[in-house]
Nanobody
Framework: VQLQASGGGLVQAGGSLRLTCSISKRAFSSHAVGWFRQAPGKEREFVATINFTGSSTASADSVKGRFTISRDNAKNTVYLQMNSLRPEDTAVYYC??????????????????WGQGTLVTVSS
């Protein structure tokens, strides 16, 4: 089971980035996927999640209206489109696969496999 996050980088405040989470086919099947982030000295926090079909999403209040999660099941890929970025969005972003039949989507403990993280830095 492998997840690989990519697409991070340095961007100015107000800019955009799209993160990509590539997931091995075996890991991808029938699972919801989430994005989390962790800033230096802070706990990992929930960003957004999407169910397997893509019909249902949820996101943290801090990113609503700015970030959009989506998935392409044909490519075993989940995306996080981040617009209107702010300096406080600076963090390492992780994608993770949610355990089957678990619905507490904002709890990191609900996820069993994690990608290695990609760094997003937003300058003011």
């Amino acid at each position: 089971v492998q997840l690989q996050a990519s697409g991070g980088g340095l961007v100015q405040a107000g800019g955009s980035l799209r993160l990509t989470c590539s997931i091995s086919k075996r890991a991808f099947s029938s699972h919801a996927v989430g994005w989390f982030r962790q800033a230096p000295g802070k706990e990992r926090e929930f960003v957004a999640t999407i169910n397997f079909t893509g019909s249902s999403t949820a996101s943290a209040d801090s990113v609503k209206g700015r970030f959009t999660i989506s998935r392409d099941n044909a490519k075993n890929t989940v995306y996080l489109q981040m617009n209107s970025l702010r300096p406080e969005d600076t963090a390492v972003y992780y994608c993770a696969r949610r355990r089957s039949h678990v619905y507490s989507y904002s709890d990191p403990g609900s996820y069993d496999y994690w990608g290695q993280g990609t760094l997003v830095t937003v300058s003011s």
